[in-house]
């Protein structure tokens, strides 16, 4: 094992980059998307109208870690590349990147993966960031690590490793099986790991969180629920006393929102309205926030049905889903190839948490007008293919290449 540091290496170098930006626009961008955006956002034609949300697409941490993956692809050229977990969420851009000839390596390897590594290999870590423990693990082998982290995720990091420096726990609004939120939380671990977090997925668990800090109870039964989402040793009757929440970058505002204020509240009664023992911290992401305010925007213009595209796994596009479905027939597919016929779709259920079909959803032969928005990891050739599809269920002609 070579015990020397990899040599930082500049991916940005100006040839570097333009080589990359011409590959990434070959493979991602579209003009028909891009003047549709030019004219507001809408495409009218026979009786379809098609409105685009204002923010959809590609945000500035993914374009970021896409550029860095592509350009670690030519620099590092002969060398063996490897990806840890996806790169972002979208199937369509993870497929390009095994066509790059970058290889998957579980979000979580195990010692037999880490085993396959040597000084020679280069690791990419993906936008969402990966934990800290296999970051160190990387680095033991003496691997070349690229590292793509969205400034807006280490944000986060910087927040609670705050707290664990302060022996204040970080009560992470999030999902504990995502990337994001693993990162996370073994940065609230601090660097000695006495810091102590506990995820939190939703309003209903905050709700049983803030019973417990107002009132006890029972340990065991409220350890049995968080066992996976709290750290090693977490202990309710000791660890809830001091508490500073902050959020997966990309969850719900509203329901961020809501959370915090349970567990300010819980704290306040318990300590009889003194709240220094609590502390938020809004760490959801810009893009994040733009594209659900375009999204409340493209709803108040009523459209009859909306189409969010994205990867099914992608936490800000359910969240775009979650916001539209309460009001009218919402489906969220992964590509174009998901609108089957002007009868069938297939499409991703967040209740059910699977994809499954249905039939019925595109009227014809009347006035239409459809909605799009798609999440912040969906590239606009995607979005270009199924607004064509729509238009050529719809029997409308279709665009003239702009
Ligand atoms: S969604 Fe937000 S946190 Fe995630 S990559 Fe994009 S900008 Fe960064």
Redesign the pocket.
Known sequence: MDPRPPAHVNLRTPDVMSHVQAQVESHYRSDLVEAIRSRGGVHRIGMTTIRLAKQFGF????ER?IDLAYAAAKVFAGRRIFLLGEI?HNPDVNAQMTVLGIRHLPARPDADDLGELGPDDVVIVP??GAETGTINAVKERGCQIVDTT????MSVWKRVRQNAAEQVTSVIHGKSSHE?TRATASRALGPDGRGQYLIVMDIAQAGRVGEFVEHGGNADGFMREFADAASPGFDPCIHLVRLGVANQ??MLRSETEAIQQILRAAVARRDGGDESNFRYFDTI????QDRQDALFHLLSESPDLLIVIGGYNSS?TTHLVEIAAHSRPTWFVRNFECLRSSDEIVHYDIEKKSETTSSGWLPLGIPLTVGITAG??CPNNLIEDTIQRVLELRGEAPPATP
């Open positions: 945000c500035y941490g993914v870690a972002i936008a969402f969205c400034g807006d995720v994001e970058t990309t992401c810009g893009a994040t800000n912040a990891s």
